[in-house]
T-cell receptor, first 116, second 109 residues
């Protein structure tokens, strides 16, 4: 059973389009995250949700909008896609709220987004 | 603020060589420290962690010791294998998770 799953695995689209990436975790965790990994492998947190509430919202363009319909799902919607949005996006989850220092984060396999 | 600095790669070693990947951190208080590994085409996986000073995390032959006096958490392995080829991320958790830039390790037969 996959612990943290993301769909799609690959996404190729044109500039200006709107797209969504879905994430689901079956670990019963309370907190979910979205990270962006650039071509140099630098990993940057974008958002964090705890029990469907936004906890961390780093400085990302407001074209990015996370949505958490329930605590097992955290989807990422991106409007008006730009070339610079090309990256691998990782979803992750952890048991407790952000701030629980010993909490391990479990990562999904990633979604490679390519904007043409 | 909280930050992690790890040695820049790439690192290329021969099989059975000794590995050290340096990691230092800046944080207030007492963060927890982690090493994550990312194999090609996959997401990050926890490799090991340490939650307080002088703790040693270990897994799959890898070790790292939480050194508060030097604010370091260097990753070591005595004898690397080809299958260890991956990108390694040092991270700290102190209210939120901060990752280092990643170090790519390639092990050649």
């Amino acid at each position: 059973d996959t612990a943290v799953s993301q769909t799609p695995k690959y996404l190729v689209t044109q500039m200006g389009n709107d797209k969504s990436i879905k994430c689901e975790q079956n670990l019963g965790h309370d907190t979910m995250y979205w990270y962006k990994q650039d071509s140099k492998k630098f990993l940057k947190i974008m958002f964090s949700y705890n029990n469907k509430e936004l906890i961390i919202n780093e400085t990302v363009p407001n074209r990015f909008s996370p949505k958490s319909p329930d605590k097992a799902h955290l989807n990422l919607h991106i409007n008006s896609l730009e070339l610079g949005d090309s990256a691998v996006y990782f979803c992750a989850s952890s048991q407790g709220a952000p701030g629980v220092g010993t909490d391990t984060q479990y990562f999904g396999p990633g979604t490679r987004l390519t904007v043409l | 603020g909280n930050s992690v600095t790890q040695m820049e790669g790439p690192v290329t070693l021969s099989e059975e060589a000794f590995l050290t990947i340096n990691c230092t951190y800046t944080a207030t208080g007492y963060p927890s420290l982690f090493w994550y590994v990312q194999y090609p085409g996959e997401g990050l996986q926890l490799l090991l962690k340490a939650t307080k000073a002088d703790d040693k995390g270990s897994n799959k032959g890898f070790e790292a010791t939480y050194r508060k006096e030097t604010t370091s958490f260097h990753l070591e392995k005595g004898s690397v294998q080809v299958s260890d080829s991956a990108v390694y991320f040092c991270a700290l958790h102190n209210n939120d998770m901060r990752f280092g830039a990643g170090t790519r390790l390639t092990v050649k037969p």
